[in-house]
């Protein structure tokens, strides 16, 4: 079956926190619901993974693990899906252009992407 929509998981080998998340995503992704996704994983300390990473131009290096939504097109293409708060109201959604989550490793984030926010950000691309 074909996909339409892509999560590109961009991480580094190595790294303990991009295993938990492409872990977490790998089992939200046996869900029914989400059975229109794949995964593709991107290590930032190889060429591929790097070029990838720094055309995206949305991406914080110091903030992986970090994931984008992307859904194809009419063309059968994949594209980066515009997150609908910066449709609306770009100066409060700065930097957020696209659909996706990076690491927050403040206090308040504690550097883990939860199960919780992988869905959320996985329900704003299907709504």
Same mark, same amino acid.
């Given at each position: 079956?074909? +996909?339409?929509? =892509?999560?590109?998981?961009?991480? !580094?080998?190595?790294?303990?926190?991009?295993?938990?998340? !492409?872990?977490?995503?790998? +089992?939200?992704?046996? #869900?029914? !619901?989400?059975?229109?996704?794949?995964?593709?994983?991107?290590?930032?300390? /190889?060429?591929?993974?790097?070029?990838?990473?720094?055309? &995206?131009?949305?991406?914080?290096?110091?903030? $992986?693990?970090?994931?984008?939504?992307?859904? =194809?097109?009419?063309?059968?293409? *994949? &594209? #980066?899906?515009?997150? %609908?708060?910066? +449709?609306? #109201? +770009?100066?409060?959604?700065?930097? *957020?252009? *696209?659909?996706?989550?990076? /690491?927050?490793?403040?206090? !308040?984030?504690?550097?883990?992407? /939860? %199960?919780?926010?992988?869905? /959320?950000?996985?329900?704003?691309? $299907?709504?």
């Amino acid at each position: 079956m074909t +996909k339409q929509y =892509r999560i590109k998981v961009y991480g !580094k080998r190595g790294c303990n926190k991009c295993a938990i998340l !492409k872990s977490r995503l790998a +089992k939200l992704l046996e #869900n029914e !619901k989400w059975q229109d996704f794949e995964m593709m994983n991107y290590d930032i300390l /190889t060429e591929d993974g790097l070029v990838s990473f720094v055309k &995206e131009e949305v991406l914080n290096p110091q903030r $992986i693990p970090s994931f984008l939504i992307q859904k =194809r097109n009419e063309n059968g293409e *994949f &594209e #980066n899906m515009i997150n %609908p708060e910066w +449709k609306t #109201n +770009k100066k409060e959604a700065e930097p *957020f252009k *696209f659909i996706g989550i990076e /690491t927050d490793y403040s206090s !308040k984030g504690n550097g883990v992407i /939860t %199960p919780k926010q992988i869905d /959320t950000v996985l329900e704003c691309a $299907i709504c």
